[in-house]
C-alpha cells in the first residue's frame, strides 16, 4: 500500500486502515484503503486498479492492444535477426594478399602466394556479399508482411469527445478527488496550460516559463483536480497565494538581476505533512521602459478616464520611481520600480486593459509588509509642478470676465488701503491706455 501510495504521488497521510464506509468503487466494506480529497473510501484493491489507468476504458482497451502488438512484434523482430541476419564482413585475405606483393619484388616465388591469397579473399568477398543481399531481401519480405504498427487515436477523460461509459464516469469522479496529483496530470497540466496560451494567467505579468498550475479552489477546501478549477501562474505569483504552502523561502544570495529560492520543505495541500521543493532561481531586474513599452502593446493599457493608448512612462532612475501619464488629459500616478511581475499587474488593476486580460488577480497579501509596493490613485495629484501651474494659470484666463464695452480682458480691483471701504470689482485692462470704464461686480465663489 505504501509503495502504491508513493508510486502514484498520493500523501500517506490518506491511507486509513478502519474504514466505516463501502468503497466507492466496488461497494465493498474493506477496512484497509485511502480516503480521497471528498472523504469517500477506495478500498486498497480498488485503488491499485485505478492507478493503473490512463484512460478511458474504450481507449484503455485499444492501447494495451497496441502494447502488446508493438511488443509481439518486437520478440518476432529479434528472433528473425537473430536466426537470418548475416552482417558485412570483408575478407583480410584480400589485404594481405596485395601485401605479400612487397615479397615478391625480392623473390618472385612468392607471387604464388600471391596469387592464392587474392583468389581465396575474393571469393569470400562474393560469397559474403550475396548473403548480405540474401538478408536484405528477406528483411524486405519481413517488414512488408508485419508493417509497423500505427498507434490508435487515444482520448483522455477530459477529452470534449471521449466517449466514457458509466465506470469511465465513476473513474473520473474518483480522479477528480484524487488525494495527491491524479495519474494523468501530466497530461491534464498540458491542457490548461495549452488553454492559457503558455502565459501566466495575471494580467499584465510577462511570465512564460516556470509556470505553475494552480488549484483556484482549494484540494482542501472541495476543489477538484478539473481544468475548470486550474489557472496557470508563473513561479512568482504562485508564491503570492495566500493558502498555506505556497510561501517561497528566499536567500541572502541577491543580486540586481536574480535571488536564490532556497530548498525547503513546503506544506501539503490537502493533508498534514510536507514535501521537499528544490532550489531555484527567481529573476530580480527592475523593470525597464522597454518592457512597460512591451506590456503596453500585449495588454493594450489605456486611459481609464478618456481611453487614450499612448500612455507615457517615465523611470526616475535614481530614485527608483515610476510615473505613468496620459497626454490627454493629464492625469497620471507614480510608483516605485519593482519586478516587471509586480509592475505589470499593479499598472492592470490602475490602468484600463483591453487584450489579453488574464483569468487571475494577483494577491499581495505575502507583500503586505512592503509599503513601498503601492502606487497612487489615477488622478492629476502626481502631475508635476510646471505643468500644474501651467494648468492653473489656463484656468484662470478661461475664468476671466471681458470688458462690456470693448471686449478686452478685464482685472480684479480689491482694496489695497485700510481706509478704502469700496468692494472689489472687475475692471477693463485698457484703463490706462484708452481710458475705458468698463467694470463689473465682483462676486466671490463662497457667497
Known sequence: ?????????????????????????????????????????????????????????????????????????????????EKFEHKSEESSLVFFGWASLLLALANPA????????LVIGYAKNGTNKSKIEEWLNRKASWEQANPELREPELKHFHDPSAYLSEKDRLVLKIFNHWPGYPPFW????????????????????????????????????????????????????????????????WSDIKTRYFTLVCGH?????????THTVRAHLRRLQLVTLDELRELTKTYGFCCPSCSETKIK???????????????TCNKSTEGVQQLTEETGPMLAEILAVSQNKGRWKARWDMLAERTSATWGVWSGQTVSAKRKAHKEKIEAIQST?????????????????????????????????TGCKGSAKFVAKNS
Not at 265 to 273: F, K, L
Not at 313 to 324: E, G, H, P
Request: aromatic content about 10%.
Open 1 to 81: 500500500m505504501a509503495q502504491l501510495i508513493e508510486r502514484n504521488e498520493a500523501y500517506n497521510e490518506s491511507s486509513v486502515t478502519d474504514a466505516k464506509s463501502p468503497c466507492i468503487f466496488c461497494g465493498k466494506a474493506i477496512g484497509h484503503g485511502i480516503l480521497l480529497n471528498d472523504k469517500s473510501f477506495l478500498c486498497q484493491h480498488c485503488y491499485s486498479e485505478v492507478a493503473m489507468i490512463s484512460y478511458p476504458e474504450k481507449y484503455e482497451a485499444l492501447r494495451r492492444q497496441f502494447v502488446i502488438a508493438r511488443e509481439a512484434r518486437r520478440l518476432a523482430w529479434e528472433g528473425f535477426r
Open 186 to 249: 501530466k497530461y491534464l497540466r498540458s491542457v490548461v496550460i495549452g488553454r492559457d496560451s503558455n502565459r501566466c494567467q495575471v494580467t499584465g505579468c510577462p511570465s512564460r516559463l516556470e509556470l505553475h498550475v494552480h488549484h483556484m479552489r482549494s484540494v482542501a477546501g472541495g476543489g477538484t483536480h478539473t481544468p475548470d478549477n486550474l489557472v496557470s501562474l508563473c513561479d512568482f505569483h504562485h508564491a503570492l497565494e495566500p493558502e498555506k504552502g505556497h510561501e517561497r523561502i
Open 313 to 327: 512612462f517615465t523611470l526616475f532612475a535614481d530614485k527608483n520611481i515610476v510615473r505613468v501619464e496620459c497626454p
Open 265 to 273: 520543505e513546503r506544506s501539503n495541500r490537502a493533508s498534514h505533512g
Open 110 to 117: 612468392f607471387l604464388i602466394l600471391t596469387a592464392i591469397l
Open 401 to 433: 470676465p471681458l470688458c462690456p464695452i470693448c471686449g478686452a480682458v478685464m482685472r480684479l480691483k480689491r482694496p489695497w488701503k485700510p481706509s478704502h471701504t469700496w468692494k472689489p470689482f472687475w475692471g477693463c485692462t485698457q484703463y490706462d491706455v
